[in-house]
């Protein structure tokens, strides 16, 4: 259901499409290579060039998601209450219920979910750096990592985060 987005910094656009050539010789399609630049002209040639305010759809969907959760907590808040002043035993335990759950869904995604966002790197990309975000399965993360890191030594590991597959 999510893939990982792994960010890597290159110091440019030539290293960067070296990389991309890496990648595709592992199995990773293009269309699961994203690059970032302050200036997405400097990315001709690279797969899915985009700006900063276009890349991270991951983290739009986190924003709503904790709204959406903040929301439905403090509307169970507000049936507790509620339910304590009319007596109603069953709706004061479905609101705790929903309480809980809400609760338990926050700290899951805040704890075990990776999140690393494209805010992170907004200084790099203004002094001309190139974000590649490269989209895998789990499995394979170790993998691409690894490959990066042995093929590219002027690269800066930046993180990993989610998306949707």
């Known amino acids: ?10 110091p440019d656009a030539e290293h960067a499409g070296r990389a991309v050539a890496d990648l595709g010789e592992a199995g990773v399609p293009r269309r699961a290579i ?10 001709e ?14 983290w739009r ?15 169970a808040l507000a049936a507790l209450v509620v339910a304590a002043v009319t007596g109603s035993a ?3 335990a479905l609101a705790l219920v929903v309480m809980a759950g809400t609760f338990l869904a926050g700290a899951w995604f805040a704890l075990r979910v990776p999140d690393a966002h494209l805010d ?13 975000m490269v989209d895998v399965a789990p499995p394979r993360v170790r ?3 690894s490959l990066v890191h042995r093929r590219h030594p002027e690269m800066a590991e930046a993180g990993v985060g989610w998306t949707p597959a």
Do not use: Y
């Open 34 to 43: 994203h690059t970032v630049a302050a200036d997405p002209a400097r990315l």
């Open 90 to 92: 069953w709706a004061m």
């Open 61 to 75: 969907i986190e924003r709503q998601a904790w709204r959406l959760n903040l929301g439905v907590f403090f509307a």
């Open 120 to 132: 992170e790197f907004r200084e790099a990309l203004t002094h001309g750096e190139v974000l590649l």
């Open 143 to 145: 993998e691409i990592e």
């Open 45 to 58: 040639g690279l797969p899915n060039p985009r700006s900063p305010e276009q890349a991270d759809e991951a």
């Open 1 to 10: 259901m999510f893939n990982r987005r792994l960010f890597f910094l290159f």
